[in-house]
């Protein structure tokens, strides 16, 4: 008797669990985003909605379920200007004590006296980058991008969008209440939320709450050097446990300058400088998104979709950080992949310029990391500069910020098969162009080749 109803029970848990297979549901959600009047921080505005309400629609899913969101909005590059400058920063969702009507809900990091903590942070800011810290506590760095690097510890961060950090805080202070502070850091010339979002790091236990939070003493929006100073400080581990696999030697030299630039309409019909739409490039050529998406296009060789030769150098060389003048203005329109063996030793030194607002650009590259052998000021120089390529322990990332007029050189193996975006991780630039696509070849093998489709996926669509 006992047997059988141990049968009965593996059929009824067999039987469970193919329903739970057999009930996976593929699931299709529209998301359109439109402008409507919402209240926040004691102001009425009109704000992007998602199906009309904020916040948006619930995705319900069971698992096993795949879900497909089709996110639409045209509005914001409609007019061809800049697009609004936020409101507010947020921690954990929540904006902090420093705006109207915010501080009933700000984040609080509860921690215990004499306990380190593992604070796992991503810049998720769209459009700028961000100084970091805690007041009176020290913050020890110790991965970014997943990425271990030598220990940093140091009283901020600089953090751009996209990029993550690993740090440990120690809750080493007298038990009370300290802010955790982030501010923008812009060097441009452009506008930006020039506001700053707090956090609360609260000590767990009986004290009387201080009358006034410490606040952290944090660099000042625009200064370059701090940002440079916290970046350059950056080294992998290069031990025998966490080898470093940077290349001393390469077989593909690529060189790519980064723009803002303007895109002329006609009657100067735009919001942009002179009537024109702002734009963005890299390599002079602004990158005009498909309709059917490249990876596809690329796996099935569908024709007309984008061109494979996206260049590997400037139009023509000038000098990209002096003054230079209006010819460089205007880019060229297209949908040009860079196309690259499987295996190849790759360098991309990429070059900030002068053209249109000159700025720290963060380049982020999909599908790999790569080693930040050099950085530098100005022009490249090609004969002088690589002579001071840290090849030794350079850190592993992948996202890089481009300095403002200044250059930047990064390494890595074209082992990953595929299509690859490559842009810059400030999002009004992504969407003004400044982007291409890196298709890496198939190796000789089923393992070093693409992947094909997943079943559940639908099919292409060419409309």
């Known amino acids: 008797m006992e047997i059988i109803l141990r049968f009965l029970v593996l059929i009824f848990l067999l039987n469970a669990s193919l ?7 593929v699931l299709h959600y529209d998301f359109v985003l439109k402008e ?14 998602v199906n009309g309400t904020f916040p948006g629609p619930t995705i319900r899913v069971n698992k096993g379920d ?14 061809g200007g800049d697009p609004n400058i936020s409101d507010a920063f947020t921690v954990n969702g929540q904006p902090g004590d420093l705006y109207n009507c915010s501080s009933a809900t700000t984040y609080r990091l509860k921690v215990d006296s004499g306990k380190t903590y593992l604070l796992r942070m991503i810049n998720s800011i769209m459009n700028e980058e961000q100084f970091f810290g805690i007041a009176k506590h020290k913050l020890k760095l110790v991965a970014t991008d ?8 140091t009283d901020y961060l600089m953090i751009s969008p996209g990029q993550t950090m690993d740090v440990l805080l120690t809750a080493n202070q007298s038990p009370s209440r300290y802010y955790i502070v982030s501010t923008p850091f812009a060097d441009s010339i452009v506008p930006f939320d020039n506001t700053t979002t707090t956090a609360i790091l609260q000590y767990n236990g009986n004290y009387k709450p201080p009358s006034s939070i410490p606040f952290p003493t944090l660099p000042t929006y625009n200064n370059s050097t701090a940002a440079e100073n916290f970046t350059k400080r950056l080294r992998s581990l290069a031990s025998k446990a966490h080898p470093d696999n940077a290349l001393r030697s390469i077989t593909r030299s690529i060189f790519i300058t980064v723009s803002v630039n303007q895109i002329y309409c006609p009657n100067a019909s735009c919001s942009g400088p002179y009537g024109n739409k702002l734009g963005a490039s890299l390599n002079n050529i602004s990158f005009q998104t498909p309709t059917i998406d490249i990876l596809q296009a690329y796996y099935r ?13 400037p139009p023509y060389y000038f000098n990209f950080t002096g003054d230079v003048g209006n010819n460089t203005i205007y880019p060229s329109l297209g949908t040009k992949a860079l196309i690259v063996n499987y295996n190849d030793a790759i360098e991309i030194v990429y070059q900030g310029t002068n053209v249109g607002a000159a700025e720290n650009h963060p380049m982020h590259l999909h599908g790999y990391s790569f080693y ?15 002579k001071s390529y840290n090849l030794i322990d350079p850190p592993e990332v992948n996202t890089v910020g481009v300095p403002k007029n200044g250059w930047v050189t990064i390494r890595f193996i074209a082992d990953n098969p595929g299509v690859w975006f490559m842009h810059c991780h400030l999002e009004r630039h992504a969407s003004w162009g400044m982007n291409t696509v890196l298709i890496v070849k198939n190796g000789r093998t089923n393992a070093t080749s693409i992947r094909p489709p997943p079943k559940y996926m639908p099919p292409y669509s060419k409309s």
């Open 19 to 25: 329903r739970c297979i057999a009930q996976a549901k």
């Open 146 to 153: 997943a990425s271990y690097t030598k220990q940093i510890t």
């Open 36 to 49: 409507a009047k919402f209240t926040k921080l004691c102001s009425t505005k009109s704000i992007l909605t």
């Open 372 to 386: 930040v052998v050099g950085t530098g000021s100005g022009n490249f120089n090609s004969k002088t500069d690589p």
């Open 301 to 313: 060789n569908l024709p007309n979709v984008y061109l494979g030769n996206f260049p590997t150098r």
């Open 66 to 79: 795949t879900a497909f969101v089709t996110a639409i909005i045209d509005e914001a590059l409609a007019t």
